[in-house]
Antibody, heavy 121, light 108 residues
């Protein structure tokens, strides 16, 4: 069955860096676009980043552009999010999710349980 | 950017009630609207894609309707396991694919 397991979260000071990982299993990882979504405490879901199946396409939400970098290693079935210049407002649970499409209609059909990132001095 | 507005932001209902949640897009998104369910500490779950298509394994008490700018998620008979927060998401425009602000369904 499809599984997505995030790791790498933790406590970091403002201005610091952190690298999140998402280990995928149960499907052909290299066939799918992947996304990072986050949820700050008491807030809703926020789009963070998105990467094509061969890494040729990436996209970022306005609040993280220039600070976060998404990448993937298809040989290791893994997705990554390098987070630099972290701010207090980046505190959130970070989820990885798989994109699937039927014709032109796309959606996030599998999600991980998330990893908590806390940015605090 | 396309903005998604859900209403209500929260509601209280009893087991067995019919529940309706509305999502409005700031421009025409045709049928490119998805619904997710999220419970605390769990992975979000896809319920409905393309406005009205039920994701495999999702109970038939969940249904979606609408097109253009106005969409609805309906739970025909609320069950105890349905108490959660529900989000709509548009995928009409290129990413970022924004979510609505969420609707929390609580026990009355």
């Amino acid at each position: 069955q499809v599984q997505l397991v995030e790791s790498g979260g933790g406590l970091v000071k403002p201005g610091g860096s952190l690298r999140l990982s998402c280990a995928a299993s149960g499907f052909t990882f290299s066939d799918y676009y992947m996304s990072w979504i986050r949820q700050a405490p008491g807030k809703g879901l926020e789009w963070v980043s998105y990467i094509g199946s061969s890494s040729s396409y990436t996209n970022y939400g306005d609040s993280v552009t220039g600070r976060f970098t998404i990448s993937r290693d298809n040989a290791k079935n893994s997705l990554y999010l390098q987070m630099n210049s972290l701010r207090v407002e980046d505190t959130a649970v970070y989820y990885c999710a798989r994109r699937n499409c039927i014709t032109t209609s796309c959606y996030l059909d599998y999600w991980g349980r998330g990893t908590l990132v806390t940015v605090s001095s | 950017d396309i903005q998604m507005t859900q209403s209500p932001s929260s509601l209280s209902a009893s087991v067995g009630d019919r529940v309706t949640i509305t999502c409005r897009a700031s421009q025409n998104i045709r049928m490119y609207l998805n619904w997710y369910q999220h419970k605390p500490g769990e992975a979000p779950k896809l319920l409905i894609y393309s406005a009205s298509s039920l994701q495999s394994g999702v109970p038939s008490r969940f249904s979606g309707s609408g097109s253009g700018t106005d969409f609805t998620l309906t739970i025909s008979s609320l069950q105890p396991e349905d108490f959660a927060t529900y989000y709509c998401q548009q995928t009409f425009s290129p990413p970022p694919w924004k979510f609505g602000q969420g609707t929390k369904v609580e026990i009355k």
